[in-house]
């Protein structure tokens, strides 16, 4: 990282926590890799996380390496930024199969990947990659949404149905998976069977708020087991807080709760996680969204050198 008593941190090219660019991992045998996914042709509402990526690592730049919460210093971790998937505008299926060959590499030279959306339908292409190594992973979701529809509109990708995808094609176990943040309308009761037939334990943000952030942490850290992936979607945050997202729904977690949650991950068997849904085109003139996401994925990496898995390298 560069030294922000030399180099201000509003000069230079922004990468992530102001790292070296690199695209060589097997040469430069970093610890994490920090990628990009700006594709968002997926949305079923407001597109914009395509610029998401871009928005993080601006953002990250303010980001110092040692948490006192959790007294990690990433210091001795080496974090490279990764460039972005060379997604293809319009082809789904496509970028899909570029993001999982890129993550795949990743992966191959035994380098944690710390991915930023992009839309949620991103993360099924990831953990197709994920899944490759390690078999079926454990899945955590901090999400307002289950993700669990089957198709939108006929068609059967969008990111709305990267759940319902990863379960029928045993990327991930949802007997050791769970959901934490969900809220908001549903069709209809089938919705709710449709959640409950899924098999993740999920714990809707009204359940949360009654139970506590610490219980439900513990929760997760019991549920999960072995290889395990987070996805955060951003739009689990209150838009008081997070204003810049694709699909709002008010009542979510307030910014502190978010990194409360992304805590409990310490101790999990972590191997990769993502942070979806930032669309900088909505945010507040401050830039909240993207500072808070570059702040989550600070914690989450975090936890990830806290963790017991391959990421636990310092």
């Given at each position: ?53 871009r928005a993080i690592r601006l ?201 409360r949650l992304i ?52």
């Amino acid at each position: 990282m560069i030294d922000p008593q030399e180099v201000p941190r509003f000069a230079g090219v922004p990468t992530f926590m102001r790292s070296p660019h690199v695209y060589d991992l097997e040469t430069a045998s970093p610890d994490i890799a920090f990628l990009g996914v700006p594709y968002d042709d997926a949305t079923s509402f407001r597109p914009g996380a395509r610029f998401g990526p871009r928005a993080i690592r601006l953002a990250s730049t303010l980001l110092k390496p040692y948490n006192p919460v959790t007294e990690t210093d990433l210091s001795p971790v080496t974090i490279v930024d990764h460039d972005d998937v060379p997604v293809v505008p319009g082809y789904t299926e496509e970028t899909f199969a570029r993001i999982e060959a890129r993550v795949s590499s990743v992966l191959e030279t035994d380098v944690f990947p710390a991915i930023a959306g992009g839309d949620h339908s991103t993360t099924l292409a990831v953990l197709r990659a994920v899944a490759e190594k390690y078999g079926p992973v454990s899945l955590v979701q901090i999400d307002a949404h289950s993700d669990l529809w089957t198709e939108y509109f006929g068609e059967p990708y969008s990111h709305g149905t990267t759940v319902h995808h990863a379960i029928e094609e045993g990327l991930i176990d949802p007997s050791s998976s769970i959901r934490i943040g969900e809220r908001g309308g549903l069709y209809g009761p089938e919705d709710v069977d449709r959640h409950d037939d899924a098999g993740i334990e999920y714990y809707p943000i009204d359940e949360l708020e009654d139970r506590g952030i610490e219980e439900i942490g513990d929760r997760l850290r019991e549920r999960v087991d072995g290889p395990t992936f987070a996805t955060l979607d951003i739009d689990a945050v209150d838009p008081a807080y997070a204003p810049g997202t694709g699909t709002p729904s008010p009542g979510g977690l307030t910014s502190r709760e978010f990194l409360r949650l992304i805590r409990s991950l310490r101790g999990t068997t972590l191997v990769g996680f993502d942070l979806v849904e930032v669309a900088p085109p909505y945010d507040d003139a401050a830039g909240s969204t993207a500072t808070l996401a570059a702040s989550a994925t600070f914690e989450a990496l975090c936890a990830a050198v806290d963790s017991s898995g391959p990421a636990g390298r310092q």
